[in-house]
T-cell receptor, first 116, second 114 residues
Framework: GAGVSQSPSNKVTEKGKDVELRCDPI?????LYWYRQSLGQGLEFLIY????????KSGLPSDRFSAERTGGSVSTLTIQRTQQEDSAVYLC??????????????FGPGTRLTVT | AQSVTQLGSHVSVSEGALVLLRCNYS??????LFWYVQYPNQGLQLLLK??????LVKGINGFEAEFKKSETSFHLTKPSAHMSDAAEYFC????????????FGSGTKLNVKP
């Protein structure tokens, strides 16, 4: 079946502009995750959703970052007033929560965000 | 909060040699543990995982990892490296009481020399 998809694959924006990044998880996956991968660094956990709710938003770097998920499916990560330090690859992953205690995440290809 | 340490951002081995990539975590509570691999220009994919049971877990492509609670480690090994193993490897650990929150190490790039 189809994997996790993300759009756009690349986004170049000017400092101060808002951007929206989209994630389409694997159908039926109830958990959805957002990560940020900066150059030369590991993945930084941002937020995860169980269904449409986000129990833990503590990973969001600042109040300029927000995320929502609707219909238990598509999720949007919004960055307001982008800064150059926001430049990174934003990865989305989904998992079939609670299936036999397996918490394998399936990752999308990522959105490369460049703030100029 | 958990922390994950991967010793060595770059590891280079000869083809046919042993691969050892190190991962240590901070929690005293046994978490769920994962190794992911990212091949050049590809997304992350799961290599292997430990949740419960046998502490030696086998993954794809001949890799295996052993969970050692006393050492809070989950090192990844492969007896004989292949050129196709060249990739970046990430260790990931779940939070102690929140198995839906994960912490990733900073990654280790494996180079395999002919």
């Amino acid at each position: 079946g189809a994997g996790v998809s993300q759009s756009p694959s690349n986004k170049v924006t000017e400092k101060g502009k808002d951007v929206e990044l989209r994630c389409d998880p694997i159908s039926g996956h109830t958990a959805l995750y957002w990560y940020r991968q900066s150059l030369g660094q590991g993945l930084e956990f941002l937020i995860y959703f169980q269904g449409n709710s986000a129990p833990d938003k503590s990973g969001l770097p600042s109040d300029r970052f927000s995320a929502e998920r609707t219909g238990g499916s598509v999720s949007t990560l919004t960055i307001q007033r982008t800064q150059q330090e926001d430049s990174a690859v934003y990865l989305c992953a989904s998992s079939l929560e609670g299936a036999s205690g397996v918490y394998e995440q399936y990752f999308g290809p990522g959105t490369r965000l460049t703030v100029t | 909060a958990q922390s994950v340490t991967q010793l060595g951002s770059h590891v280079s081995v000869s083809e046919g040699a042993l691969v050892l990539l190190r991962c240590n975590y901070s929690s005293s509570v046994p978490p769920y543990l994962f190794w992911y691999v990212q091949y050049p220009n590809q997304g992350l994919q799961l290599l292997l995982k430990y949740t419960t049971g046998a502490t030696l877990v086998k993954g794809i492509n001949g890799f295996e990892a052993e969970f050692k609670k006393s050492e809070t480690s989950f090192h990844l090994t492969k007896p004989s490296a292949h050129m196709s193993d060249a990739a970046e490897y990430f260790c990931a650990v779940s939070e102690e009481y929140n198995f839906n929150k994960f912490y990733f190490g900073s990654g280790t790039k494996l180079n395999v020399k002919p």
